[in-house]
């Protein structure tokens, strides 16, 4: 799948729609969820133009993972989630349910967060 440069996390990259930022630095971008499944919800990108976490995990180099998967913890340790806890999620294609097609890690935390998959 080709990265489509009007996905709506690359206009939040180029500053074409607003987000509530919360950490930036040379690697990753982090904002709140506009939609929040939990008390803290926060999307970590990374600045590349990278579809999915396949593709990242794939294409990117190893400065950009190493600089992304850093960039991740210190958003949960600037939000003083690491002690009590959080949880990460990538969702990657159909059964993923990925709805935004640019890499992102969501970061859940403010409560104790349940079981990781309900059963349907
Ligand atoms: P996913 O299903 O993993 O692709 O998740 C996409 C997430 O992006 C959802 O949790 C949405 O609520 C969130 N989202 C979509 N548009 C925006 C936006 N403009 N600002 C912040 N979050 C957004």
């Not at 133009?49 to 990242?56: G, L, N, T």
């Amino acid at each position: 799948m080709a990265y489509d440069p009007e996905n709506v996390f690359a206009k939040i990259l180029r500053g074409e729609i607003p987000c509530t930022r919360v950490y930036e630095d040379g690697h990753a971008l982090a904002f709140e969820d506009i939609n929040p499944q939990a008390p803290v919800h926060v999307l970590v990108i990374p600045k590349g133009a990278y579809v999915s976490m396949d593709d990242f995990s794939g294409a990117a180099s190893d400065a950009e993972i190493a600089g992304f998967f850093r960039a991740v913890g210190a958003v949960a340790r600037q939000l003083e989630l690491a002690n009590p806890g959080y949880r990460i999620l990538a969702n990657h294609g159909d059964d993923g349910m990925q709805e935004v097609p640019h890499f992102h890690v969501h970061i859940f935390g403010g409560r104790k967060l349940g079981p990781m998959l309900k059963r349907v």
